[in-house]
C-alpha cells in the first residue's frame, strides 16, 4: 500500500522551469527522509536532491546545485523538486525514493520523465 506518485514532467525549453511533485502514502512520511533521483539514458541512476524529515537540512547534487531546491510539506504528505534554468543536460526520468526512519526500507515511485530541449 506505499505509493510514491510523481508528476509535473514535461518538455520544457532550455531555461526553462519545472516543478515536479510526489503525493506519498501508506509510510510514515513525517519521519522519512526524501529524496530524488534521476536517471539518463545509458547512464546510472544519480542522487539529485535530498532532505530530512524536519526540512531542516538539505543536499543537492554538484550538477544541480544553485538550480534545484528540494522542499516537503508534511501536512500534504508531498516533496517537491522546483527545476530553474533547465538545461538539456538535466533530461532524465526523475524518481521520488523515500528512506523509512525506523525500518530503513527504500520506496520507490514509477518516475516522471523530463525533456529540456528546443
Known amino acids: 500500500q506505499v505509493q510514491l506518485v510523481e508528476s509535473g514532467g514535461g518538455l520544457v525549453q532550455p531555461g526553462g522551469s519545472l516543478r515536479l511533485s510526489c503525493a506519498a502514502s501508506?509510510?510514515?512520511?513525517?519521519?522519512?527522509?526524501m529524496n530524488w533521483y534521476r536517471q539518463a539514458p545509458g547512464k546510472e541512476r544519480e542522487l539529485v536532491a535530498g532532505i530530512i524529515s524536519t526540512g531542516g537540512s538539505t543536499n543537492y547534487a554538484d550538477s544541480v546545485k544553485g538550480r534545484f531546491t528540494i522542499s516537503r510539506d508534511n501536512a500534504k504528505n508531498t516533496v517537491y523538486l522546483q527545476m530553474d534554468s533547465l538545461k538539456p543536460e538535466d533530461t532524465a526520468v526523475y524518481f521520488c525514493n523515500a528512506v523509512g526512519w525506523i525500518s530503513r526500507a527504500n520506496y520507490w515511485g514509477q518516475g516522471t520523465q523530463v525533456t529540456v530541449s528546443s
Open positions: 501508506g509510510f510514515a512520511f513525517s519521519t522519512a527522509a
